[in-house]
Structure formats: structure tokens, C-alpha cells
């Protein structure tokens, strides 16, 4: 108990220099509802159903009602849920960061996401590399113009070691994917974050997608040591196209067999009222602790991890 009393003394001063960060910046501390009437539709991302409510993944679709009514630049400190498989890097209840810079873009966001880890970690300045540069040194192709027999026979070399079942009927995008975090992820190493922005257009999610040949998502993934930690977008803000994606979303998810997501007329509202020109990112603090504290796994950070709940 002794060192998960010390653990929690780290968090309540990891939190405050969070905190004493905004507040030097004048960004605003807000807080919103951990159950509300909608979630993700995210294919990647199940939520936990309680009756006629969700948990949320994120804090995200209220804070960008928010934004959209005015509040400014904000951020927020707050529990998330994901149905997954607890494991080392993973709680199905976690503590996540998300904050929102107006008149940031990505590029100028994942910057100051730099800043922050410095400031929390006591590491090196970030390597920040597109996401194009980064598969053409560890592959020699484009990610963003590869054709899928191409990807697969990249993945093949790599003896990827996946069920014939799981390689079945796989997008470009899902080859992207696999070699990604199969391949790429646990070689992100060093004491300095990586910083990986403008990914496939595929692969926007809630982000922008800039108007270049051929187009990229424009957004920014945070690796540390080989440990995903951070998501930041530049904001997507066009409600037509935000509904689009729903659509697209829960046929990717029929497809899959999982239950269809109905989309979230409160976040669409807010974009048809004008959410500001911003960039946000979210976060995870009990990863970002365990790098901090030289620990092996989410649950040494956890007063209580879900087996113990």
C-alpha cells in the first residue's frame, strides 16, 4: 500500500500541474456529463449502455456543444469508459485529458501537447514526423497512395502473427492499421515522444480533411515508448459532413456485426450553430502516469483496477 499511496500523490500533483498549465493560458476547466442520451459511433470504440444512456468514451461531443455555445478555450479532467478487455494498457474506466484551442489547427496544437509533456515527464522535445514519412522509412512506400496487394504483401514479410480469420476481407485502411500497431508502434521508443500527424483520409474520424494530393487526415497521434497516449484533431465543423460519417460509421458497424449507433443530433445541432475554428486532443492520464512513474502497467496506477472495483 505504501507505494500506491505515493502513486497517489503523483496523480493529485500530476493533476495540479496540469491544472497550474491552463491556468497560465487562460484555458477553462469545465466539466460534462459522464452519462449522456448519445455516444461514439466509432467502429473501433464500444461504449457501456446503462438503460436509455451511455458511458462516455470521451468527453468530446459536449465539450464541442460547448464551444459551439461559447465558452472559449477549454479543457477537462475526467473519467471515460470503453468496453474492452482490461490488460496492461488498458482499464475499461480510465482518466482522460481533453482540451480545445480555438484558432489552433492541428499542427499548432500537437506543439503545445509537446509542451505539456515536457512539463509533466521531464523529457525531450517530441520527433515529429507525418505519418507519409514515417511508412516510407520503415516500408519505402507511400501509406497514403498503396494499393491493398501491396500492403498485404508488406504485412506477409512482416509474419504478422494473426489468424487467417482476423487477415480476412481487409480494407487498405485496416492493413494501414495492422501494420501500424503491429509493426511501427513498439518501435516509437526512445526517451522523446513521437508525434505523428496527417494520417489517411480514412482515418479522420472527427478531423478536417485537408484539400491536398492525395488528401490527409488532419490529425496527430502521441507515442511514447511505444505506448499510444494522445488523439488530436483539427476540427472537423461541416454538420453535413459530420452526418455523413455517422452514416458511414453504422455501415462499417452492420457490416461488422455490432449494434448500429444513433447519431447524436445534439453535436450536430451545435455544428449547424457554428462551432468555432479550433483543434482539440485528448489524453490518457493513467498511461501517461505509468510512463511517468516507471511503471509496467495500468493497474499499478489505479487505486482500484476493475477486478478490485
Not at 520503415?138 to 487467417?164: G, R, Y
Not at 451545435?270 to 482539440?280: N, V
Request: hydrophobic share 40%; glycine share 4%; proline share 5%.
Amino acid at each position: 500500500m505504501q507505494n500506491k499511496n505515493a502513486v497517489l500523490r503523483a496523480r493529485a500533483q500530476m493533476y495540479k500541474n496540469i491544472r497550474d498549465f491552463f491556468a497560465s493560458r487562460n484555458v477553462l476547466e469545465v466539466e460534462t456529463p459522464l452519462l449522456a442520451a448519445h455516444t461514439v459511433s466509432d467502429p473501433y470504440i464500444q461504449s457501456f449502455a446503462v438503460q436509455e444512456h451511455f458511458l462516455q468514451t470521451s468527453p468530446e461531443y459536449a465539450m464541442k456543444r460547448l464551444l459551439a455555445s461559447g465558452s472559449g478555450c477549454i479543457y477537462q479532467i475526467c473519467k471515460a469508459f470503453r468496453c474492452e478487455e482490461a490488460g496492461s494498457m488498458h482499464n475499461p474506466e480510465f482518466t482522460m485529458l481533453e482540451w480545445y484551442r480555438l484558432g489552433y489547427d492541428h499542427m499548432q496544437l500537437l506543439h503545445e501537447m509537446d509542451e505539456l509533456l515536457q512539463l509533466l515527464l521531464d523529457r525531450p522535445a517530441a520527433n515529429v514526423m507525418s505519418y507519409q514519412s514515417l511508412f516510407e522509412q520503415h516500408f519505402a512506400f507511400n501509406p497514403h497512395t498503396a494499393t491493398i496487394d501491396q500492403l498485404q504483401s508488406c504485412a506477409n514479410n512482416e509474419q504478422l502473427n494473426l489468424s487467417k480469420a482476423a487477415l480476412q476481407n481487409l480494407t487498405a485502411t485496416d492493413w494501414l492499421q495492422l501494420l501500424m500497431s503491429h509493426v511501427i508502434e513498439p518501435k516509437l521508443t526512445g526517451s522523446a515522444p513521437w508525434i505523428i500527424y496527417n494520417f489517411p483520409a480514412p482515418q479522420a474520424a472527427l478531423a478536417k480533411i485537408l484539400p491536398q494530393e492525395p488528401p490527409v487526415a488532419a490529425r496527430f497521434e502521441v507515442y511514447i515508448e511505444g505506448i499510444e497516449l494522445a488523439n488530436g484533431y483539427y476540427e472537423l465543423q461541416d454538420a453535413s459532413e459530420q452526418k455523413r460519417r455517422f452514416i458511414v460509421d453504422n455501415k462499417t458497424r452492420k457490416q461488422n456485426g455490432q449494434p448500429e449507433v444513433t447519431a447524436d443530433t445534439r453535436l450536430l445541432s451545435a455544428l449547424e450553430q457554428g462551432l468555432p475554428d479550433c483543434a482539440g486532443v485528448a489524453l490518457g492520464l493513467d498511461r501517461l502516469l505509468m510512463l511517468q512513474q516507471n511503471l509496467a502497467s495500468i493497474k499499478d496506477v489505479l487505486a482500484f483496477p476493475i477486478e478490485h472495483a
